[in-house]
């Protein structure tokens, strides 16, 4: 299979043997072997480049070839511990992108609260929290807290949460994401570093986009001081393509020197994008063996 | 993770000093990345690494020599009935987990790459024991002064042993406690289809099999085309992981905390239970892609 020349961003969220109560229900984690072997296959579809190179080069025009780079969402530990080494093996530095809150051990990504509450059998009384809210017992939660998103069904899943949890149990939970100085580390390893919100919102949907500047800005704020630098690339959480806000371009429009990253399942062209300051990523079902059947759909639907 | 249902009591650590850690392992690839992990992790602190090999049973026994040599040893074992009548049981034993045939490849091809980087860390060699609480082996340890005694597969280890340790004795073991202790856990959690309770648990050494309080226990990540053995060999890796954070908060000096297993909960299962029929059924239910649909099942159906 050849690909034509573009940047294709492939994007993970976790690397790790482990995958226990908080991540299982969510998805998104793969094993290191699994990993490796897609890093494997993907140097045999183009040229693997660190994400900051990637970056550079497609800036300036320069695509003459597929690249390849590889991006992390959410800062897990095990993008850390496992894939880095993986990476660094091929000299294939990636990206990584940070919720201020869940590096800094404050917040637990709600998401995970729920999966969690899923293990042990805690969603009958989130239900009965939701109610009011407008949650009919038929509407299958995951999906439902997102599209009915609020600050209100947040609060309702942590008064779970914190009932069915005791302290030492949530500070034990935090070890699934990368602690800031790791974070710190990867950036001097010539990782890319992206805000991904404070709090992993879907800020780019009409449910939260009021909630867009201030998740954003107070994550700026804790990446800047930590690595003492602004980072570039705002990563949205989620991208639900078919529930971006309308609104979405107008608030960008606010950030003009941010790149704006999306899911989208699209390479990156220079010139073929709808803005120039946005950048795609190719979401890896992760429990495929293999990338290539992904990456093979989503260069038919380039040359198309 | 720490267990969610039971509740732990602190822990009072001595100084660790120079934190000397010793682990007892088995031989297979699986216990060989255990040690060498530890190392990688832990480095000059690790100061021993003993192997416990198995005493040899009939079959490997005769296996290389010819049919007139094999009468003549056997004739010869005769006259220690006791200690012959112990390698035919092993040799039976043996001969029933002939089903594993295959198993030692697909390990191997599991680890092999890892074990090569991980091996340029190494700071011991492993020691081969066949009994580690034996008077020797004791004194070797008790020489070392251990701060960790870390167990994964090998053996019982008694008291004597166990009292050497200045501060945790601490065992790998590949169930989910205390729900699945004993033999085959992983086996048994397939069996039983109980992919939440497919896990591995690090608990404190204590005499009784896999009955310490537990210190830290989780899940693997599977993907649905595993077989039973690699979910297995998955769950051994996330162990292992465990196992180093526990050691490394131990160091580091962090309060910790031990989750004491109910006497009267779960079950201990034994070797000779693994029978062909429980091998089968699980086979079975690889063959008609269940782990698949059960890993699918649960992440979106909530």
């Known amino acids: 299979m050849t690909l034509p020349p573009a940047w294709y961003i492939l994007a993970y969220h976790n690397v790790s043997w482990e995958d226990n109560a908080f991540t299982s229900s969510i998805g998104g984690t793969i094993p290191p072997d699994v990993f490796e072997r897609h890093v494997r296959e993907a140097q045999g579809l183009g040229q693997l480049l660190p994400a900051q190179e990637a970056a550079r080069l497609y800036a300036s025009g320069e695509v003459r070839e597929p690249m390849l780079s590889f991006w992390f969402d959410d800062a897990m530990s095990g993008v850390v511990d496992y894939a880095a080494p993986i990476l660094e093996e091929y000299q294939a530095a990636g990206a990584v992108s940070v919720c201020s809150e869940f590096t800094s051990h404050e917040d637990m990504f709600w998401r995970f609260k729920l999966s969690y509450l899923n293990s042990i059998d805690g969603l009958r009384f989130v239900?009965?929290?939701?109610?009011?809210?407008?949650?009919?017992?038929k509407m299958k939660l995951k999906g439902a807290t997102l599209d009915k998103f609020s600050l209100d069904v947040v609060a309702a899943i942590d008064e779970i949460y914190q009932r069915f949890t005791t302290a030492d149990q949530r500070a034990d939970a935090f070890r699934i994401f990368a602690a800031a100085d790791d974070v710190r580390s990867l950036h001097e390893n010539g990782w890319l570093l992206a805000n991904h919100t404070a709090r992993h919102y879907p800020v780019s949907e009409d449910s939260a986009i009021e909630l867009f500047d201030r998740e954003f800005l107070e994550c700026q704020e804790w990446m800047t001081a930590l690595l003492n630098q602004p980072p570039m690339h705002w990563v949205f959480p989620f991208d639900r393509v078919r529930h971006r806000s309308t609104e979405l371009s107008t608030v960008r429009r606010m950030y003009p020197d941010q790149t704006f990253v999306f899911v989208g399942d699209r390479p990156n062209n220079p010139g073929g994008n709808d803005e120039p300051n946005e950048l795609y990523r190719i979401k890896v079902r992760g429990k495929l063996p293999g990338i290539a059947h992904t990456l093979k759909r989503v260069a038919e639907e380039l040359r198309r | 993770m720490i267990p969610n249902e039971l509740d732990g009591c602190s822990l009072e650590i001595p100084p660790v000093g120079d934190g000397a850690i010793v682990c007892i392992t088995g031989r297979d690839p699986r216990h060989v990345r255990f040690a060498l992990r530890l190392q990688q992790q832990f480095g000059e602190r690790?100061?021993?690494?003993y192997q416990v090999v198995r005493p040899t049973n009939v079959d490997s026994e005769l296996n290389n020599l010819s049919m007139r040599a094999q009468v003549r040893r056997i004739v010869s074992q005769l006259r220690h009935p006791r200690e012959f009548a112990g390698k035919v049981k092993r040799s039976a034993q043996s001969r029933l987990t002939r089903r594993r045939k295959g198993k030692p490849a697909v390990e191997a091809a599991f680890f092999e790459a890892e074990i090569r980087r991980l091996e340029t860390a190494a700071v011991v060699e492993p020691k081969s024991v066949e009994d580690p609480n034996d008077r020797a082996t004791l004194d070797e340890i008790r020489g070392i002064e251990p701060f960790c005694l870390l167990t994964f597969g090998g053996a019982i280890y008694r008291k004597p042993l166990l009292e050497l340790v200045r501060g945790l004795s601490l065992n790998q073991h590949d169930g989910w406690c205390p729900e699945y202790r004993g033999a085959n856990t992983a086996d048994w959690a397939l069996y039983h289809r109980d992919l939440r309770r497919f896990g591995t648990t690090v608990h404190l050494t204590t005499?009784?099999?896999?009955?310490?309080?537990?210190?830290?226990?989780?899940?693997?990540?599977?993907?649905?085309?595993?077989?039973p053995y690699t979910c297995f060999l998955r769950n051994v890796v996330v162990g292992t992981e465990l196992m180093c954070e526990v050691v490394k908060d131990m160091i580091d000096g962090r309060s910790m905390k031990a989750y004491p297993q109910p006497e009267s909960a779960g079950r201990t299962f034994l070797y000779k239970q693994l029978t062909p029929t429980v091998s089968d059924s699980i086979q079975r239910d690889f063959t008609s892609g269940w782990l698949g649909r059960e890993l699918q099942r649960l992440k979106g159906h909530w």
Not at chain 1, 127 to 137: D, E, I, V, Y
Not at chain 2, 46 to 49: M, Q, R
Not at chain 2, 208 to 222: K, T, V
């Open chain 1, 127 to 137: 239900r009965a929290n939701l109610r009011p809210l407008g949650f009919t017992p």
């Open chain 2, 46 to 49: 690790v100061k021993g690494w």
């Open chain 2, 207 to 227: 005499s009784g099999m896999d009955a310490g309080p537990i210190m830290r226990r989780s899940q693997p990540c599977l993907v649905p085309w595993d077989s």
